[in-house]
């Protein structure tokens, strides 16, 4: 090493193996002895990132990169910029009368106010659900009696659908602004292991915490939220909007519509005011549960000693003519109930913080292109899924049980007349049915296909028992809202905002968008 006066920089230690449970300290000590490193030569110290090898069975173990801070040249290591936005001062350029108002308090809402608001700019989030303390006693209805409430559930509410999920943070964007909003939801309450876990989640019991205190901060520094409210019109003036209508009308020139993928009478509503939108693909299938325990021995193997996480998969199938995949895996959680609609069943999977549920569970999903459904309508996709979600409620005895099928008897379709080892988790109840019925041929056959293909990789994906549940259509939006590169739609001042834009797909990428877009309008 040699010195550097002039000032301290930050490298990465790379490929740090670690075959015990060590604490943070441990950690360190061990890098320095990787890469015979001086401890006290070292200023400050920071583990980037976290993952777990268990490609050997037999030398299941950790691998650790460790970020830190000296005045020395480090030549075995990689010098980082850890400069990042900072979303305390942004460039303020407006200078409107108006407050913008952000409609949908879901992650891309959430953090666009909280950006705004961070830089003077007062906004008025309206949400057509409760508050996340209020919306959390409705779902908990809807689970243990099948009352509904259309406006506040696992879909609507503070804190977007999903609150009611894993609280997944991981993605495959690498935008610099994915840091910005770990380190901001760690400042609301999240457990610091998010920042460099390289599958973090935060999980449902958390979320609902932490949701609460960034609204309370963002009303702390001016803002104002108006919950129990559906935007129901806008005006606009020479192509620009000068208002948006709830039940009262709210006068603006900036309008966030961040408005979740299930808000089906808003993308009508906006639709029908010439918003420029298009037909795009997503995905249906179906839920599957396994016991936590033979995934575990699957992806871990049975000899390690480490006291390892309830394990997760990701797996994917491309056949002949369509693929499938899992998605929104959750380890130890169970199967929810995410309906929005009366008479629809729509399912989700969800697990608290510990992931300690005796399943495991994860969507089974399939391609759906627009060629797959009729008719011009850029709203046709929301009109597939409906028809699923409605059969699906038939299907489950119309009283928002779930239909239920051993992976058997889905693969040789017969109705299930018996559940075996796996219990379904769903709630209010199950149904036991032949889920052959209500999916279209496509989706189903390529659920077969997909289920012996995941069996290779997985011993017993497709065990007799595994417990699939039907259906879940919201991974995404069918619908994009065409926006330009200032983020606006053809009407100015609309901002089509996170996951029911077309923009993202999950918390973090969400998040980002409505980060991008606050910037968006403070340049402005």
């Known amino acids: 090493m040699q010195k550097n006066q002039n000032s301290f920089n930050w490298y990465r230690l790379e490929n740090i193996k670690i075959r015990k449970d060590y604490n943070k300290e441990q950690v360190f ?4 002895k990787k890469y015979h490193l001086k401890a006290s030569e070292i200023k400050e110290y920071r583990i980037h990132k976290k993952s777990i090898d268990a490609r050997n069975k037999n030398d299941v173990h950790y691998i650790f990169t460790i970020d830190i801070k000296s005045k020395n040249t480090i030549k075995c290591a990689k010098t980082i910029d850890k400069n990042k936005v900072n979303l305390n001062s942004i460039n303020v350029k407006r200078q409107s009368k108006y407050s913008p108002v952000i409609v949908g308090s879901g992650p891309a809402g959430l953090f666009c106010a909280l950006v705004l608001a961070y830089n003077g700019i007062k906004p008025i989030v309206i949400e057509r659900g409760k508050k996340v303390e209020e919306r959390k006693k409705d779902v908990e209805e809807f689970w243990k009696t099948g009352k509904l409430n259309i406006n506040s559930n696992a879909q609507y509410g503070e804190g977007g659908a999903g609150t009611f999920s894993d609280g997944k943070l991981n993605t495959g964007t690498h935008n610099p602004l994915c840091r910005n909003v770990l380190e901001e939801f760690v400042k609301f309450g999240a457990p610091e292991q998010i920042l460099y876990e390289s599958k973090p989640h935060i999980g449902t019991d958390n979320l609902i915490k ?25 005006d606009t003036e020479n192509n620009r909007i000068t208002a948006v209508k709830c039940s009262k009308k709210i006068d603006t020139d900036t309008a966030v519509f961040a408005i979740g993928h299930s808000a089906r009478d808003t993308f009508e ?34 000899k390690t000693k480490l006291k390892l996480p309830a394990a997760d998969y990701k797996l994917a199938y491309h ?4 693929s499938c ?3 929104c895996m959750c380890p130890g ?18 697990s608290k913080f510990a992931r300690d549920g005796e399943n495991a569970n994860s969507a089974i999903l399939v391609n759906v292109v627009p060629d797959d459904f009729k008719g011009e309508s850029p709203l046709e996709g929301m009109n597939f899924q409906k028809d699923l979600e409605q059969m699906a409620f038939k299907l489950g005895g119309s009283n928002y049980y779930a239909p239920v099928q051993r992976v058997e008897d889905f693969i040789k379709n017969r109705k299930t007349t018996a559940i075996g080892e796996v219990k379904p988790t769903y709630k209010p109840g199950v149904t036991m049915s032949n889920l052959n019925e209500i999916l279209p041929e496509f989706v189903s056959n390529t659920i077969k296909e997909g289920l012996e293909y995941f069996d290779k990789k997985i011993k017993g994906f497709a065990n007799p028992d595994s417990m699939l549940t039907g259906v879940e ?14 983020l606006m739609s053809n009407i100015k001042g609309i901002y089509p905002c996170g996951e029911g834009a077309g923009y993202a797909g999950g918390i973090m990428t969400a998040a980002v968008d409505g980060i991008k877009v606050a910037i968006a309008i403070l340049n402005n």
């Open 473 to 486: 259509t919201r991974s995404s939006s069918p619908v994009r809202i065409i926006r330009d590169e200032s």
């Open 319 to 322: 056949g002949k003519e369509r």
């Open 269 to 302: 509503m906006l639709y029908e005011n010439k918003l420029n939108m298009e037909k795009k693909n997503f995905s249906v299938g179906l839920r599957i549960e396994h016991k936590q325990e033979m995934i575990n021995k699957s992806q871990y193997g049975t």
């Open 325 to 327: 995949y899992t998605f």
């Open 333 to 350: 959680g169970q199967v929810v109930a995410t309906s929005s609609e009366e008479k629809t069943v729509v399912t989700n999977g969800m």
């Open 29 to 32: 000590e061990a890098a320095c």
């Open 210 to 234: 932490i949701v609460a205190s960034m609204r309370n901060e963002i009303i702390r520094l001016g803002g104002e939220f108006i919950f129990e409210e559906t935007v129901t019109d806008i």
